[in-house]
C-alpha cells in the first residue's frame, strides 16, 4: 500500500505523538466491537477501550494528521504493546477521548488531550472504512456516541439534617450500593445524581464493602466525604462494554476545587516570582511558586505562594527536573502561560486518586 505523506516532515506543524502501554496494567478485557451494518449504509460502530500504563511509560501508538486523509489517525501500533492486544486497529480513527468528542478538534489539542489525561485514558475510535463512509453520507459522527460516558466525583459537605443522601443495598450483597438524595440538600447540591450507583468513598473502591462497613465508613468521614458516582447509563455503559470505572475518568466540574490558567506578559522588573522545587505532600517532587512580588504581573495574574506548577503553555511537566521546567517558562521571551492548583486542591485530588 502506498504511504501518505504525514504533515510537519519539512518543518511544517509535527503533529505525531507516540504513546506505550504498559502490558502488564489495565484489563485484560478487549473492547465490546460492534459492526453490524445497523443503517445499511455501511458504517459501522464505534468501539471503546480504556487504556493504562504506568507513569514512566507511553501509550503504545502513534497518533497521525495526514495528507489527504480526515480524521485523527491511529498508526504504527506497536507489537505485542496494550494498544494491539486491546484491539486497536490501525488507520483506526479517533473519535472521542475521555467522554470529549475531538475529531473536529485541531490535532495538537487533541494531542494535549490524551497526554493530560495521565496514566489512563478511554479512547473511542471507528474503523478507517466505516468513517470514510460516514464522512462521505455527510453524518455527524458525535452522534455516533452516547451523550454522557463520564461518571462524577461530588464533594458532600455535611449540614444539620446530614449529608442529604440514603444507601440502599440488595439484601445479602456487598459493593451495590444505590443513592437517594434529598431535593436541595447537600448531596443535591454538591451534583450527585438521584439514583445514582456508589463506586468509591474517599477515593476507595466499596466493591468489597458490606452495608454496614460502608455505615460506618461514611460515619468516619466527619463533615465532608467524597463520591465516585455513576448514573444507570453509565454504570451500563460500562458494564456492557467490561470497562473499569474510575475517578481518573470522572467529570469533576461541580468539584470545589479548581485549576486555575494564569498567563502572564514580562514587565520591565521581570514576571515578579521564584520558582522552588519541593517535596509534594501527596509524595515525589513538584515545582512551586515562591516570593510572589506585589504589583508585578505573577501577582496580577492571580498567583499564589505556595501554588504548584502542573502545565507550562499548555504542555505538561510531569516528569521534569527543576531546569526543564525553568527552560520551558523561558522558551517565550516575554510571555508565559502556567497551569497551577493550590495546596488544598493538590492534596484533595491526590487523596481521590
Not at 468501539?47 to 501509550?59: A, H, I, P, V
Not at 444507601?167 to 443535591?188: R, Y
Not at 520558582?275 to 506585589?294: I, M, Y
Request: contains cysteine.
Amino acid at each position: 500500500a502506498a504511504m501518505k505523506q504525514t504533515k510537519g516532515l519539512e518543518g511544517d506543524k509535527m503533529s505525531i505523538i507516540k504513546f506505550e502501554f504498559n502490558p502488564k496494567v489495565g484489563i485484560d478485557n478487549p473492547a465490546l466491537t460492534l459492526t453490524e451494518d445497523t443503517d445499511g449504509e455501511g458504517v459501522g460502530e464505534p468501539r471503546f477501550y480504556l487504556l493504562s500504563k504506568e507513569s514512566t511509560e507511553t501509550f503504545g501508538f502513534c497518533l497521525h494528521e495526514e495528507l489527504g486523509c480526515q480524521g485523527h489517525v491511529i498508526r504504527q501500533i506497536e507489537l505485542g504493546g496494550v494498544a494491539q492486544r486491546r484491539g486497536l486497529q490501525d488507520g483506526d480513527r479517533l473519535l472521542q477521548v475521555n467522554g470529549h468528542f475531538v475529531d473536529h478538534m485541531d490535532h495538537l489539542r487533541v494531542v494535549q488531550k490524551i497526554k493530560a489525561s495521565g496514566n489512563q485514558v478511554l479512547l473511542a475510535v471507528l474503523d478507517g472504512d466505516s468513517y470514510e463512509a460516514a464522512k462521505s453520507l455527510g453524518r455527524d459522527l458525535s452522534q455516533l456516541l452516547p451523550d454522557d460516558i463520564r461518571p462524577r466525583l461530588c464533594h458532600v459537605t455535611r449540614d444539620k439534617s446530614g449529608f442529604g443522601f440514603s444507601v440502599s443495598c440488595p439484601e445479602g450483597t456487598k459493593g451495590t450500593f444505590q443513592l437517594s438524595v434529598l431535593q436541595d440538600g447537600p448531596a443535591d447540591r454538591a451534583g450527585v445524581p438521584p439514583g445514582s450507583w456508589l463506586l468509591e468513598l474517599n477515593g476507595d473502591s466499596v466493591k468489597s464493602y458490606s452495608h454496614t462497613q460502608l455505615t460506618r465508613k461514611l460515619k468516619q468521614s466527619g463533615n465532608k466525604v467524597t463520591l465516585l458516582v455513576a448514573s444507570s447509563a453509565v454504570e451500563e455503559f460500562y458494564r456492557l462494554r467490561g470497562l473499569r470505572v474510575t475517578a481518573a475518568l470522572a467529570d469533576t466540574s461541580r468539584l470545589p476545587f479548581k485549576v486555575r490558567e494564569l498567563h502572564l506578559v514580562k514587565g520591565p522588573a521581570g514576571y515578579g516570582f521564584l520558582l522552588k522545587e519541593d517535596d509534594c505532600s501527596s509524595g515525589g517532587v513538584g515545582q512551586f511558586l515562591w516570593e510572589v512580588d506585589a504589583g508585578l504581573p505573577a501577582e496580577r495574574a492571580g498567583m499564589k505562594e505556595g501554588d504548584r506548577v502542573l502545565a507550562v503553555n499548555g504542555e505538561s511537566i510531569e516528569g521534569l527536573d527543576h531546569e526543564q521546567t525553568v527552560h520551558r517558562i523561558r522558551a517565550r521571551e516575554d510571555q508565559v502561560t502556567l497551569l497551577v492548583i493550590d495546596p488544598a486542591g493538590d492534596e484533595f485530588y491526590h487523596s481521590v486518586g
